[in-house]
Structure formats: structure tokens, C-alpha cells
């Protein structure tokens, strides 16, 4: 029993040999694909149309505090299994967000995390860099942009006006934004750029400039002490607390030395954490690889073989 997240597009963009859900598929395991909130295959609500501001208005802790603990109940609910978790990126801070909180360690067999995400602080991507140091989510709020639609006018005009700063290379926008790939080849950046990135919230966008600026994984801070003690009970956002995450519960952590998004810095930090919190080579397994970047570990033609197979030999071992 697998679940991957939380964009499904992401999961299916390679051949069915390269594309880890086919991959866990073709070895037995009942794959379960979900998709963010705001992506394309995920834009209806009960009550709320996608283009009104009240639609938009959540962070990536209602991810944690919501989405991810719900579609476990999901797949719980519909198969009478424990799943495990897969998740890359984005995908990787909500479940180490959820885990910590005590969201949803008890309802799954184990975590994949591919590029894992929790710090920021050490991020080298030139364009990641100047959208949070330049208060790119703050500036597109005030805009009145609720929705950050890559793909909108009001967006791309703001990009392509931070395209124009030193250092920064638009023209090779893959490489700027997620560091020298190791094995992604030309057809699949091609077959990527038609579907990535997906919308997002720009609260969400804000919340991750924040984690960059603060050097701290804290819940949304809203800046007002009046609005953060509403919704906390206390002034400062609270700090999510990776050396909560239950020491029993097993973790697989691949990262690569090229990743400007999770860079190697970031996620010994993490690792850090995890290891001052208990956590060991009993249950936990890291994986490094000097050579990858954030994009290899999904969409690399050579992830099947440096990743994939020692993904199915850990999910197979706790399963």
C-alpha cells in the first residue's frame, strides 16, 4: 500500500520504467496518486469558486493540519491499510510538518522523502534566493494576487522583471531554480515545463519566504502580534519541532550534493534534528548522492537505478 503527494502530475510525467508510481505499481504495491489543493486536478469546492480571494487564503499548514491527515483517512478508509507515505519537495515539508504535530504517524507504515524540505536557510537557487529576499509573495499580495499562477499575467510580468537582476539566468530556468541535474535529459525538461509548476496560494509562497528569511520552520507568521495570538495564543508563529517526530516511526531520506532547493546544508540540519529526537539506523535510512539535483530524483532516466530500487527495498522492509 503506497501514497504519494501531494501533486499527482508529478508522479506520472516519465516512462512507466522511470516514474516511481508505475515503478511501485509493476512490484505489487496499491498506489494511491493525490494532488494538492489549487493544482490543476484539484480546483473544486463546496462552496467557493477558484477565482475568489477566500478560495486562496490558506498556507501550507492547512496542508498539514488538513489535507494530508484527511487523504490518509482516505486510503485508510477504503482499503483497511496502514499506507505509506511518498513524497518530493513541497510534499516532504508537509509530511514532516504532519508527523511532527502528531498528525499522522500513527495512521501510516513509513515516510519517503525525496529532496526533503524543512530549512531553507542554506538555499542556493540565485531565483529562489531574490522571490524571498525581495519579498516576492508580499509584493504579489499586495497586488491583490491571491492565486501565484505561474502561468498569469501578473506573475510572469513579475518574474520576468526579477529575470533581469545579476546572476540570474531565466533562459536556463530549470538549472537556476533547482541546481545542476545529474541525469535529466532534454525531452523530459520539455515534457516537465508543460505541466510544472502547478498554482499554489500566494500565502504559501509568502510562508516559504518567510522559513528563508527566518531560518526557522515556524506555522504562518501573519507579522500583526494581535493576529498571530488569535490564531496561536502567543505573538511569535510556533516553531515545528522535527525531534517530535516519533523515533519508532521509519524514515527514508534521499538527497543530492547539486540541490540548490534542499541544499546538503539544509538537510543536515533536518537530519540533525531527526537524530538528537532518537531517531537511528534502525528505522531510519539516509541516502546520499553527491551528483543529483532536485529535479533528478523524480524525473532523473537514471533515478530507477540510484533511487527507486532502494526506495521498494525500504517501503518492502517495513511494509
Not at 19 to 24: G, I, K, M, N, T
Not at 212 to 220: C, H, N, S
Not at 247 to 252: K, Q, W
Amino acid at each position: 500500500m503506497d501514497y504519494i503527494g501531494p501533486d499527482g502530475m508529478t508522479w506520472l510525467l516519465g516512462s512507466p520504467e522511470e516514474s516511481l508510481a508505475y515503478v511501485l505499481a509493476d512490484r505489487g504495491f496499491d498506489v494511491w496518486v493525490a494532488n494538492n489543493r489549487g493544482t490543476r486536478w484539484s480546483r473544486r469546492h463546496t462552496s467557493l469558486d477558484a477565482t475568489s480571494w477566500r478560495y486562496w487564503d490558506w498556507s501550507w499548514d492547512d496542508l498539514v493540519v488538513n489535507d494530508m491527515p484527511d487523504v490518509v483517512d482516505y486510503v485508510r478508509t477504503r482499503t483497511a491499510h496502514k499506507p505509506h507515505y511518498v513524497g518530493h519537495s513541497m510534499g516532504t515539508l508537509v509530511a514532516l510538518a504532519a508527523l511532527s504535530e502528531g498528525k499522522v504517524s500513527e495512521k501510516l507504515k513509513s515516510a519517503t522523502l525525496l529532496s526533503p524540505v524543512a530549512y531553507l536557510s542554506h538555499m542556493t537557487t540565485p531565483l529562489g534566493i531574490l522571490l524571498a529576499n525581495t519579498f516576492a509573495g508580499e509584493l504579489i499580495s499586495d497586488l491583490g494576487v491571491a492565486e501565484f499562477n505561474p502561468t498569469s499575467p501578473e506573475v510572469t510580468n513579475i518574474v520576468s522583471g526579477l529575470c533581469h537582476n545579476p546572476g540570474i539566468n531565466c533562459y536556463d530556468f530549470i538549472r537556476d531554480f533547482t541546481g545542476e541535474n545529474y541525469c535529466l535529459n532534454s525531452s523530459a525538461i520539455d515534457v516537465v515545463l508543460q505541466y510544472e509548476p502547478q498554482p499554489t496560494s500566494t500565502k504559501t509562497l509568502v510562508h516559504f519566504a518567510q522559513t528563508f528569511r527566518a531560518g526557522v520552520l515556524t506555522k504562518y507568521d501573519y507579522v500583526s502580534p494581535e493576529v498571530n495570538v488569535e490564531n496561536y495564543g502567543q505573538e511569535e508563529p510556533p516553531a515545528y519541532n522535527m525531534s517530535r517526530i516519533p523515533v519508532g516511526f521509519p524514515l527514508f531520506l534521499s538527497y543530492g550534493g547539486q540541490d540548490d532547493l534542499a541544499d546538503p546544508a539544509d538537510v543536515d540540519l533536518l537530519l540533525a534534528d531527526l537524530r538528537r529526537g532518537g531517531h537511528s539506523d534502525a528505522t531510519m535510512t539516509v541516502q546520499y548522492l553527491d551528483k543529483f539535483a532536485h529535479l533528478d530524483f523524480i524525473f532523473g532516466v537514471c533515478a530507477k537505478d540510484y533511487v527507486y530500487k532502494d526506495v521498494v527495498s525500504f517501503l518492502n522492509r517495513f511494509n
